[in-house]
């Protein structure tokens, strides 16, 4: 395959410790990974630092090797505990409407009072086959928010490290892209899949079906700072009922069952977890590879030792581009 910008693409994502990258070439379809990488930042924190997480990507690009021209499409996410996203099933209508409707129907699925100068955004995702109570036809709609100062920090970031973002996603949605782009990552067309992202500060489980439903919740703190004695089973039992609780909201509402569950994050490396949940949740609990099937040729790759779990998300961001994304 002839390599050229159209192909090569570049996802980036900023967590509250490290940075990842993971760098891909594909037409279509993301088929060859290049590299590979994560840069710790420090101490886990939810503060935001602009010039030193610039300072850790521009210090992870020079140990890749790899140039602003060499990245080829490049895709940022935006993530924080105050996202809001939903999929919702509304009356059918023509994008010129929905987007002057934008506001007032995100008010109603969204929690928005106490978010600071929210910045919101919208997606059609199809028709939807639940039976509507007029007898019109329904769309199937995902309703998308971030405070102005959490969409704008990627940018920022980026344009510190002398980058310029082609696309910036949610942590959420690129996370799952990753998911919906493993074979049989997600399950038949009415089932529903977990994702479950043990980061260093919280706990965040995505939950998602092809034929319609996404939802997206805290359901817990971090990780713990240091490897337990118990190999993480407390913690596991403690997100036990959490996730329970939302997987059984999630099924009264899209009436489709969550038939197993994902791990991604710092947190998938504990076992204990793992089987703490499988025994709570009786559900198959799987780490997530997001480099599964794919051509590995990656520089970098020894940094996929700490657990390639991590990289779900850059992974997800990387696929931006495929053909069914």
């Given at each position: 395959m002839?390599?050229?910008?159209?192909?090569?693409?570049?996802?980036?994502?900023?967590g509250?410790?490290?940075?990842?990258?993971?760098r891909?070439?594909g037409?279509?379809?993301?088929e060859?990974?290049t590299?590979l990488g994560?840069?710790p930042?420090?101490a886990?924190?939810?503060e935001?630092?602009?010039?030193q997480?610039?300072?850790?990507?521009?210090r992870?690009l020079?140990?890749?090797?790899?140039?602003?021209?060499?990245?080829?499409?490049?895709?940022?996410?935006?993530g924080g505990p105050?996202?809001?996203?939903?999929?919702?099933?509304?009356?059918s209508?023509?994008e010129?409407?929905?987007?002057?409707?934008?506001?007032?129907?995100?008010?109603k699925h969204?929690d928005l009072?106490?978010?600071?100068?929210p910045v919101l955004?919208y997606?059609?995702?199809g028709d939807s086959d639940e039976?509507?109570?007029t007898?019109?036809?329904q769309?199937r709609?995902?309703?998308a928010a971030?405070p102005r100062a959490?969409?704008?920090?990627p940018?920022?970031?980026?344009?510190?490290?002398?980058?310029?973002?082609?696309?910036?996603?949610?942590?959420?949605?690129?996370?799952?892209?990753?998911?919906a782009a493993?074979?049989?990552g997600?399950?038949s067309e009415?089932?529903a899949?977990g994702l479950?992202?043990?980061?260093?500060?919280?706990?965040v489980l995505?939950?998602?079906s092809?034929a319609?439903?996404l939802?997206?919740?805290?359901v817990?703190?971090g990780?713990?700072?240091?490897w337990?004695?118990?190999d993480g089973?407390?913690?596991?039992?403690?997100?036990?009922?959490?996730?329970?609780?939302?997987?059984?909201?999630f099924r009264?509402?899209?009436?489709r069952?969550v038939?197993r569950l994902y791990l991604?994050?710092g947190g998938?490396?504990?076992?204990?977890?793992r089987?703490?949940?499988e025994?709570?949740?009786?559900?198959?609990?799987?780490?997530?590879?997001?480099?599964?099937?794919?051509?590995?040729e990656?520089?970098?790759c020894d940094d996929?030792?700490?657990?390639?779990s991590?990289?779900?998300?850059?992974?997800?961001?990387?696929?931006?581009w495929?053909?069914?994304s």
């Amino acid at each position: 395959m002839t390599v050229t910008r159209k192909t090569v693409r570049t996802g980036i994502d900023l967590g509250n410790t490290s940075v990842k990258l993971v760098r891909g070439v594909g037409n279509g379809h993301l088929e060859r990974i290049t590299h590979l990488g994560l840069e710790p930042l420090g101490a886990a924190t939810d503060e935001q630092d602009a010039p030193q997480t610039a300072a850790a990507l521009r210090r992870l690009l020079e140990r890749l090797n790899l140039k602003p021209a060499s990245l080829g499409n490049l895709a940022v996410a935006v993530g924080g505990p105050e996202l809001a996203c939903r999929e919702v099933v509304t009356t059918s209508m023509n994008e010129e409407t929905l987007a002057r409707a934008l506001p007032f129907e995100a008010r109603k699925h969204l929690d928005l009072e106490s978010m600071a100068a929210p910045v919101l955004d919208y997606q059609v995702l199809g028709d939807s086959d639940e039976p509507s109570p007029t007898g019109g036809a329904q769309i199937r709609v995902l309703f998308a928010a971030a405070p102005r100062a959490v969409r704008d920090y990627p940018v920022e970031v980026l344009r510190l490290a002398g980058l310029e973002p082609d696309v910036v996603d949610l942590e959420p949605l690129a996370a799952l892209n990753a998911v919906a782009a493993a074979e049989a990552g997600a399950g038949s067309e009415q089932q529903a899949v977990g994702l479950l992202d043990l980061g260093s500060t919280r706990a965040v489980l995505h939950l998602w079906s092809r034929a319609g439903g996404l939802l997206s919740r805290q359901v817990g703190g971090g990780t713990p700072a240091s490897w337990p004695d118990d190999d993480g089973a407390a913690y596991g039992e403690e997100l036990a009922p959490s996730v329970l609780e939302t997987s059984i909201f999630f099924r009264g509402r899209h009436r489709r069952p969550v038939v197993r569950l994902y791990l991604s994050g710092g947190g998938a490396n504990l076992p204990g977890v793992r089987h703490a949940l499988e025994h709570a949740l009786d559900l198959p609990v799987i780490v997530f590879d997001p480099l599964l099937g794919l051509k590995i040729e990656a520089s970098g790759c020894d940094d996929a030792s700490s657990g390639v779990s991590r990289f779900v998300t850059a992974c997800g961001l990387c696929r931006w581009w495929d053909a069914n994304s």
